[in-house]
Nanobody, 123 residues
Framework: QVQLVESGGGSVQAGGSLRLSCIVS????????MAWFRQAPGNQRELVAG???????NYADSVKGRFTISRDNAKNTVYLQMNSLNPEDTAVYYC?????????????????WGQGTQVTVSS
């Protein structure tokens, strides 16, 4: 049984930082693309950042230069470092396991999801 557990969310003021973690069990992430998505109230779930098994990354334009995705395959964990947060970053953030290659941006390409962690940024 594959499980993803996110942590690290919380409330922060604009300009602050948070680091999200996603611990995966039930499969080894080293052969999969991993990604972070987010969903704000009334909005569709959108890709924030992806990390392929060979180290390629992609980011939503709105977070480029502020967010960094990384992974520790030995710990089966994916991270999202979020700096210079602003109120528009407020959302529930989800970790997801994707395909074995590529950096897809659509939610249908991802097979396993965590329960999400809330990030709230106040102005």
């Amino acid at each position: 049984q594959v499980q993803l557990v996110e942590s690290g969310g919380g409330s922060v003021q604009a300009g602050g930082s948070l680091r999200l973690s996603c611990i995966v069990s039930g499969l080894s992430i080293n052969t999969y693309t991993m990604a972070w998505f987010r969903q704000a109230p009334g909005n569709q779930r959108e890709l924030v950042a992806g990390h392929s098994r060979i180290g390629d990354t992609n980011y939503a334009d709105s977070v480029k230069g502020r967010f960094t995705i990384s992974r520790d395959n030995a710990k089966n964990t994916v991270y999202l470092q979020m700096n210079s947060l602003n109120p528009e970053d407020t959302a529930v953030y989800y970790c997801a396991v994707g395909p074995r290659r590529g950096l897809p941006q659509t939610i249908n390409a991802y097979d396993y999801w965590g329960q999400g962690t809330q990030v709230t940024v106040s102005s």
